[in-house]
């Protein structure tokens, strides 16, 4: 794996970002990557662990398949089952599903399968749907018992078949409790979503690529279930078109952050990470909202995206857009201000990055996740948390 040390970028109108001060409520120990390398750590507080030698030890991970036994492949989505999740169902809180896009015979958009990734390191499945789905990166799980997966359909595998899908609704046996459609969510190709989980209310942010929009789905949960109570569309003007490799590009990652109430927007095409501001509350477009990364460097086509618990943001390079032969399969980790801290390498071709998610912290360990889809398999590290520095 591939680990390379920062290197200073422009730091834009600091009015946007957060303040210094402000970051040291986030308690990860270190920058993520640099952790993740192994050879090369960067701690922020903290001490590292050393073997015997003094050498510097990466720390504990597990790579599980991906592949159920109906032999679904092109892993995208990744999402962790979070803490107060109920505990009866087929998945419980800390499990790590992954959603799959293409079927045995490698047809994008066709891929019928979500998976559990069990401690054997062998998936299970949580979820199987009717044939041709096409499972996106659109995955997320919902505290009170619900999973949303998007789907973006194809007849053959090719763009000029594809359609606008929608969500799914899934129960904690994996049971379909509800679709969410263009007509009722103003959906139009869901191929990425991050969710702000408030328990019996939530806000689901989705990213359209068939038409290069983002929409808030407002949720209520009670005993009856679950509600959609309505679609905002929040933002717009990001470019999509067809890709003979990568079947479609558009606006892909997003995430959340509810203390500043900022969406940041993960623009394939654009090559750029863009902010939204007030995009949780907004009743209007706010367009593509404000850039905040642009590096030909380090940025290849960026697709998924999160929040880590240091405050810094993570993408992961698809290479469809700006590809590097030498810079293949990276995740990029940067800060909100649009300052590049490190990146890490997933796999020697191009195209093998995607879903990537972080755990809530739990007992000192914060877990991160990342696919690489050209083998396909998932990479799970635990990580060391601080929280008595929250």
């Known amino acids: 794996m591939n680990c390379v040390f920062p290197r200073s970028t422009s730091d834009g109108d600091a009015r946007f970002f957060l303040r210094e001060a402000d970051r040291k409520r986030h308690a990860l120990k270190g920058l993520v990557i640099g952790m993740l390398c192994g050879t090369c750590f960067m701690f922020a507080a903290g001490v590292p662990a050393f073997a015997d030698e003094g050498q510097l030890l990466p720390p504990p991970s597990v790579t599980s398949a991906t592949t159920p036994a109906n032999g679904d492949v092109n892993p995208y989505g990744v999402a962790f089952v979070p803490q107060g999740f109920p505990s009866y ?3 419980a809180a800390g499990d790590l599903l992954v959603s799959n896009f293409n079927n045995a015979k490698n047809l994008q958009g066709t891929g019928t399968t979500i998976v559990k990734i069990v401690a054997n390191g062998n998936p299970t499945v949580f979820f199987q749907g009717r044939k041709g789905l096409g499972l996106t990166t659109a995955l997320g799980v919902l505290r009170a018992g619900f999973v949303l997966v998007g789907n973006v359909p194809t007849d053959d595998g090719t763009f000029a078949t594809i359609k606008p899908g929608f969500l799914l609704v899934l129960n904690r046996t994996g049971g379909v409790v509800a679709h969410w459609t263009p007509a009722n969510a103003g959906l139009d190709g869901p191929w990425d979503l991050t969710v702000f ?3 019996n209310r939530a806000k689901v942010f989705v990213s359209n690529v068939l038409n290069g929009t983002v929409v808030r789905l407002d949720v209520m949960i009670d005993d009856d279930g679950i509600h959609l109570q309505k679609s905002t569309r929040v933002a717009s003007g990001y470019p ?9 590009v558009g606006p892909t990652g997003l995430a959340y952050d509810p ?3 900022v969406l940041y927007v993960a623009s394939t095409v654009d090559n750029a990470i863009f902010a939204v501001f007030g995009a949780g509350n907004t009743r209007h477009d706010g367009g593509k909202g404000v850039l905040i990364y642009a590096d030909n460097a380090h940025l290849h086509g960026p697709l998924a995206l999160a929040l880590g618990p240091n405050g810094h943001l ?3 390079n698809g290479d469809a857009i700006n590809g590097d032969p030498n810079h293949p399969s990276e995740i990029t980790e940067f800060t909100p201000q649009g300052r590049f801290i490190a990146q890490l390498q997933m796999d020697p071709a191009q195209g093998g990055a995607f879903g990537l ?5 739990r007992d000192d360990v ?3 996740a990342a696919v690489d889809d050209n083998v396909p398999n998932i990479t799970n590290w635990s990580l060391p948390f601080d929280a008595d520095r929250r």
Request: glycine letters at 10%; zero cysteines.
């Open 366 to 368: 914060v877990h991160f």
């Open 314 to 316: 993570f993408t992961a």
């Open 259 to 261: 203390q500043r109430d």
């Open 240 to 248: 999509f078109r067809g890709d003979p490799a990568a079947l479609v």
């Open 89 to 91: 169902g087929t998945i």
């Open 357 to 361: 998610a972080f755990s809530q912290p």
């Open 197 to 199: 989980d408030m328990g």
